[in-house]
């Protein structure tokens, strides 16, 4: 692998970090505010976004005559165009939710589609260990400035502001995107069917089927439902956008020193013993958590010396705190388990789109599922007690998550990378 190359795809990659910032972060309160707190359609929203995904996904693979990096800058250019159309609508977004969220999946399935096999190729020597650590550390980085650059924009001018600086990080990564060529970057169409009797020839099977346990339990647990749940009882709490970024910055620092600390000390078969009490450590804490903002009034506040301090403030920062440390384990390790569990089973190029679609299947029906059921739940009434028991259920998943995680690295991978 060449250095430059990695380091160049590292940066034009960053329209994939820059758009997780804000959609994690920022865009769920964003809808919130201009739907008049409906949670329901912003629930639709992404079930939409998702579900069209996956048929965009299809088709884009259908194009046979666009190499992958055209795929991928074409990504990148349609990105930049859903920031200019939110800041060019604004507010009146909110009669426009549906049809936004299938630009959106047009979008995201140029993007995420080409930058996943770009990633496996562009690491030749499989160095995904190295290649992921680096990348978690841009995107921690990113992390930490990012949401209070963000978060200030908002405070001080709406969210036009925002979107312009998302506007000009976008165009940053599609300028070094022109930097990336000398590789294969044809692909194959998607047959699912075959890659599946494939599998089954290789006596990959059962590797497949933990994996995609993986996938499903990772959907409903982080980075769907309950990211907006999180974010949106943090804003309960904090209730402005600088104050969320800051926390979310912070936070993220924790992250970092995480990140390093796991790749420099910790070995790998060392660390995947400790999925489980993390993960259950994490459960536990959140449940207390929980129960302490029901039946707590958030708004008390305790006097510490001359120091005073909201309730519901600690509470959520002991919970992002928590979070801080285990997701970056979870997510670092996850992400260095789908790629070479690619090259565990010797993927070739035929193969690669239909790995990349499956798991985008996976990912995308149990996030849909996740939003359906807050859809569900809404009927019910949305307050901080729902919202807070429907965080401690989807935790849960956490738990089944970090024991397939195991087994996998456990099973298939650390002789592998002994």
């Known amino acids: ?70 795929m991928f800058r074409i990504g990148i250019v349609l990105n930049l165009l859903q920031c200019i159309v939110l800041l060019c609508v604004g507010d009146n977004i909110s009669n426009y939710m549906l049809p936004f969220a299938i630009f959106v999946s047009i979008g995201n399935s140029f993007y995420y589609y080409s930058e996943q096999i770009l990633i496996k190729r562009i690491n030749k020597d499989n160095s995904f260990g190295e290649y992921v650590t680096k990348d978690q550390i841009l995107r921690y980085c990113i992390k930490v400035v990012l949401p209070i650059v963000l978060g200030y924009c908002i405070s001080k001018n709406s969210y036009s502001l925002a979107f312009v600086v998302l506007i000009v990080l976008i165009t940053i990564s599609f300028v070094f995107s022109l930097s990336i060529k000398g590789f294969n970057l044809k692909h194959d169409r998607i047959n699912l069917k075959k890659f599946f009797l494939r599998l089954n020839e290789s006596g990959n099977k ?96 305790l006097n510490i010396g001359e120091l005073t301090i909201n309730i519901g403030y600690i509470l959520v920062l002991i919970y992002n705190i928590v979070s801080g440390i285990s997701n970056p384990i979870f997510e670092t390790s996850n992400t260095i388990v789908y790629y070479e569990c690619m090259c565990k089973q010797n993927m070739t190029s035929e193969d690669e789109p239909n790995y990349t679609f499956w798991f985008e299947i996976m990912i995308c029906i149990s996030r849909s599922i996740g939003y359906l059921i807050l859809i569900l739940v809404s009927n019910i009434g949305f307050s901080i007690n729902i919202i807070a028991c429907l965080i401690v259920c989807f935790t849960f998943f956490y738990i089944a998550f970090a024991y397939v995680l195991k087994t996998i690295m456990k099973n298939y991978l650390t002789i592998h990378n002994s």
């Open 1 to 70: 692998m060449k250095t430059k190359m990695w380091k160049n795809f590292l940066i034009a990659d960053l329209t994939e970090k820059v758009i997780n910032v804000f959609k994690d972060i920022f865009l769920g309160i964003y809808f919130l505010k201009v739907t008049d707190g409906n949670i329901v359609d912003v629930s639709t929203y992404y079930i939409m976004q998702y579900m069209t995904y996956l048929i965009c996904f299809f088709f884009v693979n259908r194009l046979s005559k666009l190499n992958l990096i055209v």
């Open 206 to 301: 059962k590797l497949m089927t933990l994996l995609s346990f993986r996938t499903l339990f990772r959907g409903v647990s982080s980075f769907g439902v309950l990211s907006t749940l999180i974010t949106i009882l943090t804003y309960f709490v904090v209730s402005t956008e600088l104050s969320l970024g800051s926390i979310s910055s912070v936070i993220t620092i924790i992250s970092i020193l995480v990140v390093y600390y796991i790749n420099k000390f910790v070995k790998r078969e060392k660390l995947s013993k400790i999925f489980l009490p993390i993960s259950i450590i994490q459960s536990m804490a959140i449940i207390l958590l929980t129960l302490g903002m029901i039946n707590f009034n958030i708004n008390n506040t």
